[in-house]
């Protein structure tokens, strides 16, 4: 079989270049889209996330700050910059990067933004707005994004079955729930660690997607031919090849798997970029929520 090798790079642009137009719109209209973004601590992984997104958002137009709070800030420090960004009118979107310090109640402060700035769709209004299938609501970046890759590439997912590996709140989760939505409605199993005979389960699916953080778990043995495969994993595995001493590697067994798929994410360059893109996109969405545009 000779896959579609879902380019999500490619994707990614079309969906941010769509966004310009709208930011273009809303800005003449007064309404420039605004994102916070917080960051506690200094891991060097969480660093680079956020001054990617904050370079997205100068790269379109949007009006971004960024907030680097020492390790030792307190629960109640965090909040109050929340409440304050909650009644910045120049911000419609505020994101706390993960992980926060251990000290830090990362649920806690969740509850603390304004749902409708909340672009990354954790809050309990937001996942039961997903539940309910209200879409004036925020759906977390990461599952969004394989939707738009499903709906980009033509994938059907109505009456299909999809088998998503992982129950986070941040992937599997949510990504269950749109698609079994009424609008993508497909039949779908969520399997998870303590999921018995994963294979045998994994070989039913027509759309698989992996979000676990198990580097190669899902092997050719759990493909059914002619699958769709999407690999939501991020794992760095040590390869001293490389000049940094690891490689970027997904959940899926990408040289044995690729030939069984109809169409396969590759990682990186497939889900990955889509993550950020969305964030764009749940932005845009918010200040137009916001203004009544
Ligand atoms: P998580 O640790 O919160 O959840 C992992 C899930 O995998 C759990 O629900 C667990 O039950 C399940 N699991 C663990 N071992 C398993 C096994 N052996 N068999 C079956 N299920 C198993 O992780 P997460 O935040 O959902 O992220 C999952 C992966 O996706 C990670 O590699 C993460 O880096 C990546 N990720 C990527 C993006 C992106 O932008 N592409 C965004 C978020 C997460």
């Not at 973004?37 to 137009?61: H, M, N, Q, T, W």
């Not at 000290?103 to 304004?114: G, K, P, R, T, Y």
């Not at 079994?180 to 698989?208: G, P």
């Not at 495969?229 to 991020?234: K, P, S, T």
Request: aromatic share 4%; with cysteine.
């Amino acid at each position: 079989m000779n896959p579609i090798i879902i380019d999500g790079k490619e994707t990614s642009r079309k969906v941010l270049h769509n966004l310009r137009t709208d930011i273009a719109q809303l800005t003449q209209h007064g309404h420039t889209p605004g994102l916070a973004v917080v960051l506690i601590g200094e891991d060097p992984a969480s660093r680079v996330y956020v001054d990617s997104k904050v370079k997205a958002c100068e790269e379109l137009g949007i009006y971004s700050q960024k907030w680097v709070l020492p390790t030792e800030t307190t629960q109640k420090e965090l909040v109050q910059l929340i409440h304050q960004l909650n009644a910045d009118d120049r911000i419609h979107g505020i994101l706390v990067q993960s992980p926060p310090p251990a000290h830090i109640d990362e649920q806690a402060v969740i509850l603390n933004i304004d749902p409708r700035k909340d672009v990354d769709g954790f809050h309990p209004i937001n996942v039961a707005k997903l539940v309910l299938e209200d879409h004036t609501g925020f759906v977390p970046c990461t599952p969004l994004g394989c939707m738009e890759l499903l709906n980009t590439y033509s994938i059907p997912t109505q009456g299909k079955h999809v088998v998503v590996i992982g129950r986070s709140m941040i992937v599997g989760k949510p990504m269950a729930h749109l698609l079994v939505s009424k609008q993508a409605n497909a039949t779908v199993t969520i399997a998870h660690s303590r999921t018995a005979d994963l294979l045998s389960i994994c070989r039913t699916a027509d759309i698989l997607i992996a979000a676990v953080g198990r580097p190669g778990l899902v092997t050719a043995d759990f493909i059914r031919p002619g699958a769709v495969v999407l690999d939501v994993g991020i794992n760095r595995v040590e390869d001293a090849t490389r000049p940094r001493g690891y490689r970027i590697v997904g959940d899926v067994d990408y040289g044995s798997v690729q030939p069984l798929c109809s169409a396969i994410t590759p990682v990186p360059g497939g889900v990955g970029p889509m993550t950020i893109a969305m964030l764009m996109s749940n932005t845009v969405k918010a200040c137009k929520l916001t203004c009544g545009a």
